[in-house]
Nanobody
Framework: QVQLVESGGGLVQAGGSLRLSCAAG????????MGWFRQAPGKEREFVAA????????YYADSSKGRFTISRDNTKNTVYLQMNSLKPEDTAVYYC???????????????????WGKGTLVTVSS
């Protein structure tokens, strides 16, 4: 079993930045590709970004490109999401998820993930 724990959420003004972390406990994330998703109140969950285990290749939702950066430190079993130029519409609960050997494009659909965290709330004020 893998326990994913997100942290780093909070309240920030529009235009500000936050860095989210997702730490994995229980076992290594070796060969698990990782993704960030978010769900705003009253809306469906949506994909934000993904990163592969092996070569660190990345994949972003259009809404994230140019503002968000996903990264990972395999030695620390941790994935990060650096969020810059935040907008009120970025307000949501952000979740990380792990998928064993799943392609990043498939991972972006959010189905068949092996593990999910419980989320961290990001609130962007205008």
């Amino acid at each position: 079993q893998v326990q994913l724990v997100e942290s780093g959420g909070g309240l920030v003004q529009a235009g500000g930045s936050l860095r989210l972390s997702c730490a994995a406990g229980g076992r290594t994330l070796r060969n698990y590709n990782m993704g960030w998703f978010r769900q705003a109140p009253g809306k469906e969950r949506e994909f934000v970004a993904a990163i592969s285990w092996g070569d660190g290749s990345t994949y972003y939702a259009d809404s994230s490109k140019g503002r968000f950066t996903i990264s990972r430190d395999n030695t620390k079993n941790t994935v990060y999401l650096q969020m810059n130029s935040l907008k009120p519409e970025d307000t949501a609960v952000y979740y990380c998820a792990a998928a064993y050997l799943m392609s990043l494009s498939s991972l972006s659909n959010g189905y068949g993930m092996d593990y999910w965290g419980k989320g961290t709330l990001v609130t962007v004020s205008s």
